[in-house]
């Protein structure tokens, strides 16, 4: 299948439509099939990131996308916005509802933490009813994040714990649920022991690919923006810790990627 050593990257959590880009925006995306790069997931993470996640796949055949809302943005929702966001899971380009989850990292106050589960937890239940597989966001909310998942039975929706940041017994307890786990350029970083071993001790099966793009470029470029195309330093630091070739991890990966989303099933 493989050919050539061409390489074949799946990247499954992007930003593309974040004003980061607005200078280069249509040069660094035709260039990713051009590296490999495709297909491409662009995750909403409001709604306003949702309607500009969604005009990027219809304008770019290999850009799919995410629509969701991000616990920091939970603002925006109300029963309208909802069933506004409802109508677009049937878009036949909307891969995943996401990004949702709770961040208890920015959000300190406990009346807006709980409206962050109320509304994490409509939107898994919005994904269980549409089929979809859910994008979730957790920062310091490891135990509420289990709790809201638990309560709509989780093992029942396919999903990605994505940018992971807790510990490897806990990688283990959602990877039992069906998750999986998405792995970006924070693996490269010299304090990045946690996700080290985490990564070291789940299955390759298990690991998604993903940038989260602008944000979190890999070592080298560290602190500079971040665009898909770094995602081979990530490849390489995942390769080296689990003993294995480049090609392998970004082949498994990719295999993973399509299993979760199935990009172009409709
Ligand atoms: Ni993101």
């Known amino acids: ?12 959590h992007a930003h593309y439509d974040d004003e980061q ?6 040069e660094v995306l035709l260039d990713l099939p051009k590296k490999g790069i495709t297909p491409v997931i662009n995750v909403g993470a409001s709604i306003e990131s949702t309607k ?11 850009i799919y996308a995410a629509v969701g809302v991000h616990p920091s943005d939970i603002g925006d929702l109300n029963e309208e916005s909802f069933a506004w966001l409802t109508e677009q899971t049937k878009h036949k380009k909307a891969v995943a509802v996401g990004e949702i989850g709770l961040d208890y990292y920015w959000e300190k106050e406990s009346s807006v933490q709980e409206k962050q589960r109320y509304w994490f937890k409509r939107q898994l239940e919005l994904a269980k009813s549409v089929k979809l597989p859910v994008i979730i ?28 940041s807790y510990s490897p017994e806990l990688a283990q307890e959602f990877i039992k649920m069906g998750y999986y786990i998405g792995v970006g350029g924070v693996v490269t970083f010299k304090n990045a022991k946690k996700l080290v071993r985490t990564v070291e001790q789940i299955p390759m099966e298990r690991i998604l690919l993903e940038t989260d793009c602008p944000y979190m470029a890999p070592e080298p470029h560290r602190g500079s923006r971040n665009d898909s195309r770094n995602i081979p330093f990530v490849i390489a630091k995942i390769a080296e810790i689990k003993g294995l070739a480049p090609e392998e991890v970004e082949e498994m990966a990719r295999e993973n990627a399509f299993r979760l989303f199935q990009p172009g099933r409709l």
């Open 1 to 12: 299948m493989r050919g050539c050593n061409k390489i074949m990257i799946f990247e499954t």
């Open 21 to 26: 880009f607005n200078g280069d925006r249509e």
């Open 52 to 62: 500009t996640s969604l005009a990027l796949a219809e304008k770019y055949e290999y």
């Open 137 to 164: 966001h957790s920062r310091d909310a490891a135990d509420d994040t289990m709790k809201v998942m638990q309560e709509v039975n989780a093992s029942e929706i396919p999903g990605v714990i994505h940018c992971y």
